[in-house]
C-alpha cells in the first residue's frame, strides 16, 4: 500500500470493531489459493470463538500460534475462502520481506478488549 489513505471521521473509525483474541486452535490451509492457516480465536464470551484463514505461513506454524493474543476485527460479515468459512480480519503489518507479522497487545491483555 502507498501513499496516505484517504481521510475519514472518527465515528467512521468507531464502526470498526477491532477486539483481542487468542488463538485456540490453528492448522494448515492446503486448499487455499495461496499458502494460509486456519485459526480459531477465542474473543471471550460476548462474542465467542470465530474462524479465520491467514496467508501468515512464511513467519508462522500452526503449532506456534495456538495460545498467542492477536487483533481482529470483528465486525466484517464472513468471507468464503474456499470450504472455510472466514469470520474475522486477523490484522498484521508487513515485514522487510512484504510477509505478515500479526498485530498483538505488547503484554497479556483481557481476552474481548476493544481497541480505542
Do not use: C, H
Not at 471521521?9 to 490451509?29: K, Q
Not at 468464503?80 to 472466514?86: D, E, L, N
Amino acid at each position: 500500500m502507498a501513499g496516505t489513505a484517504t481521510e475519514f471521521d472518527f465515528d467512521d473509525f468507531l464502526r470498526v470493531d477491532i477486539r483481542v483474541g487468542v488463538v485456540t486452535a490453528a492448522e494448515p490451509f492446503p486448499e487455499a489459493r495461496k499458502p494460509a492457516i486456519k485459526l480459531w480465536v477465542d474473543f471471550g464470551p460476548e462474542i465467542g470463538v470465530r474462524k479465520s484463514s491467514a496467508q501468515i505461513t512464511a513467519n508462522y506454524t500452526p503449532e506456534a500460534l495456538v495460545g498467542r493474543q492477536v487483533m481482529a476485527v470483528v465486525n466484517f460479515p464472513p468471507r468464503q475462502i474456499g470450504k472455510f468459512m472466514s469470520e474475522v480480519l486477523v490484522l498484521g503489518a508487513p515485514d522487510a520481506e512484504g510477509e505478515v507479522m500479526l498485530i498483538a497487545p505488547d503484554r497479556p491483555v483481557p481476552v474481548g478488549g476493544r481497541l480505542y
